[in-house]
């Protein structure tokens, strides 16, 4: 058992995420999301949605100041979605615009990514990639 560390955040996902290098990516993704056809490194976390667990990665990720903040799927009107919108907050990237892909686009970046967590996030639209920053020690 690790002090502080979010309940959600599983023994082979910590491990993952400390394997991940600096501008990894991981997917967050909901439900219904081809994460197995997608990804050798799957996650399922079916009493979960995909802001908590967003969230519970920045706990113990910096996001990648050198590459796109995060990334979500463009819906077909490209306004953001009640849990998009929640997924930029738990991203924590309130003075950057996330990087809206198109469903090609979006997919081909996620089966580049080193691991995908599916949640059990019911709401369309409810996936975003997140890219590893440089993990530094506060002094």
């Known amino acids: 058992m690790l002090q502080n560390v979010n309940p959600i955040l599983t023994g082979q996902l910590l491990l993952w995420l400390d394997e991940m290098g600096h501008g990894d990516a991981v997917v967050i993704a909901d439900a219904q999301f081809p994460a197995y056809r997608l990804c050798r490194r799957v996650i399922d976390l079916p009493g979960s949605r995909s802001p908590?667990?967003?969230?519970?990665i920045r706990s113990v990720l910096p996001?990648?100041?050198d590459a796109p903040g995060l990334d979500l799927m463009s819906t077909p009107d490209g306004n953001l979605l009640?849990?998009?919108q929640e997924l930029v907050a738990a991203a924590d990237i309130a003075d950057q615009v996330p990087r809206l892909l198109m469903k090609p686009d979006f997919f081909a970046v996620a089966g580049e990514a080193y691991c995908?967590?599916?949640?059990g996030e019911q709401r369309i639209y409810?996936?975003?990639i997140f890219r590893k920053g440089i993990v530094t020690r506060e002094p």
């Open 116 to 119: 995908i967590i599916r949640t």
């Open 63 to 65: 996001l990648d100041d």
């Open 82 to 84: 009640p849990v998009q």
């Open 52 to 56: 908590e667990v967003l969230d519970a």
């Open 126 to 128: 409810g996936h975003a």
